[in-house]
């Protein structure tokens, strides 16, 4: 079973940058493709970006692309979220998820089966 643990969350003016982290245990990192998704409130949950297990291949949703930067450490089973420029609508609880990395493109949102608890990111504008 892997265990996710999120870091980094608060609260931030917008045009402000927050950095998010997720820790990943009870898995080889490497065998893990990840990815964070967030739910705004009275909304569904949504993808927000992705990184395959290689650290070589990213994919976001249009929302973000040119403001967020997923990446990840493998010798520190961590991966992060940069997020810049952000705005009041980024307003979301975010989680961070995962999958092995031989179940498919990382572009497949239904295939992340790990899900972290989540942390509260506010906007103000």
């Known amino acids: 079973q892997v265990q996710l643990v999120e870091s980094g969350g608060g609260l931030v003016q917008a045009g402000g940058s927050l950095k998010l982290s997720c820790a990943a245990s009870?898995?080889?990192?490497?065998?893990?493709?990840m990815g964070w998704f967030r739910q705004a409130p009275g909304k569904e949950r949504e993808f927000v970006a992705a990184?395959?297990?290689?650290?070589?291949?990213?994919d976001y949703t249009d929302s973000v692309k040119g403001r967020f930067t997923i990446s990840r450490d493998n010798a520190k089973n961590t991966v992060y979220l940069q997020m810049n420029s952000l705005k009041p609508e980024d307003t979301a609880v975010y989680y961070c998820?995962?999958?092995?990395?031989?179940?498919?493109?990382?572009?497949?949102?239904?295939?992340?089966?790990?899900w972290g608890q989540g942390t509260q990111v506010t906007v103000s504008s």
């Open positions: 009870g898995r080889t990192f490497s065998f893990l493709d």
């Open positions: 998820v995962a999958k092995e990395n031989f179940s498919g493109s990382i572009a497949l949102r239904s295939l992340y089966a790990y």
């Open positions: 990184i395959s297990w290689s650290g070589r291949h990213t």
